[in-house]
């Protein structure tokens, strides 16, 4: 019970994780910071459930929730990934500003 948990919860904390940094290279603060706030929420539950496995069980349970974390971990990033590329935009801002910033100065 507390493996799958655990294993359900680094899903969604990974791919929260992953639209976080894809959210923040496209500077959206806003969406990062909720972004942020739930995946940790998720991140907590994970760690309850870890630390409860590895307590007081079996060495083939500890080992069993090692591995169905770290697929659960993988899969989370592979699926974050792909929710990101879909969904998370980056902001339109003024071109004109952009390039009088960037442009090279004219040289006297």
Request: hydrophobic fraction near 55%; avoid cysteine; proline fraction near 2%.
């Amino acid at each position: 019970m507390l493996i799958t948990l655990a294993t359900i919860a680094m899903v969604f904390e990974d791919v929260l994780s992953v639209l976080l940094v894809q959210a923040e290279a496209r500077d959206r603060a806003v969406l990062s910071g909720v972004l942020d706030s739930i995946a940790w929420a998720f991140s907590m539950v994970v760690t309850v459930a870890t630390v409860d496995v590895m307590q007081g069980h079996h060495n083939s349970v500890k080992v069993l929730a090692v591995g169905a974390i770290t697929i659960a971990n993988f899969v989370g990033s592979l699926v974050g990934v792909q929710i990101g590329k879909r969904t998370i935009k980056t902001r339109r801002i003024n071109d004109a500003a952009v390039q009088a910033r960037t442009a090279p100065e004219a040289a006297p």
